[in-house]
Each structure stands twice: as structure tokens, then as C-alpha cells.
């Protein structure tokens, strides 16, 4: 299956408080490290953005040979393991949202308990 058909799969979820400013930096982001991982048609958004008290609420939907390939590249090695791999990249693209002057909130998709069988597939 080639990378631009394979199925997308909710891996990040953003809070954003300037919907417009947050959302190109996030592309900006996530076209490097596809650039970075030699990766196309790797992410993309959900189809639409809830806002409540404030913040805009959307998901990142990623390949599961983009994350994995994402994983391999910014995380060192000994964080490739489902739990270290979970909190470090969230931090990393966190680090990358500040460094651009977002306020902008990223965290892994949904409950990470809850979510631990489906992240299984990144390290087999």
C-alpha cells in the first residue's frame, strides 16, 4: 500500500487559542518532519475545529508509516518504546510550538491507558 492510501489515524490533538496563526505553524511543523522523514501525504487535520471557552480543539491524523518514521527521527533511541515515545514527541513538537511563539497546547491523542494496544503497532 503506498503511503498516500494508507489509512490516517488521530495521533495528536491541538488547543489553540488564534485558530489562523497556530494552524499554519502546525503545517509548517508537520511538512518538515515529513520533509525530514522523506514522507508524503503523511498528516493531516481534522475536518473540522470545536471551539469552547475560548480555544479551537482539532486532531492531526497521521500514517502509521509517517509516526513511526517521525518516532525513528526526533526521538533518541532510548525513548523508542511506547511510553517514552508517547510523552517525548509530545514534548518535542511542544518545544517547537513555543520556539515559534504559539501558545498553542499539543498532547498524543485520547487516553494513553486506554490507547496503549493501538500505539503497540509503532514499535512491532
Known sequence: MSENTQQMYPTFTIASNDFEKDLQIIKVMFAG????THTKDGFRFSESAQLAAGWWFYDVFVTQDFAKKMFETV????????????????????GQLRKYGSDARIKVH????????WWAWLFS
Not at 33 to 36: A, C, I, K, V
Request: net charge negative; charged share 10%.
Open 33 to 36: 518532519l515529513q520533509e525530514m
Open 110 to 117: 485520547g487516553d494513553v491507558p486506554f490507547a496503549a494496544p
Open 75 to 94: 526521538l533518541p533511541q532510548e525513548m523508542h518504546n511506547m511510553r517514552g515515545a508517547t510523552l517525548g514527541i509530545a514534548s518535542v513538537l511542544q
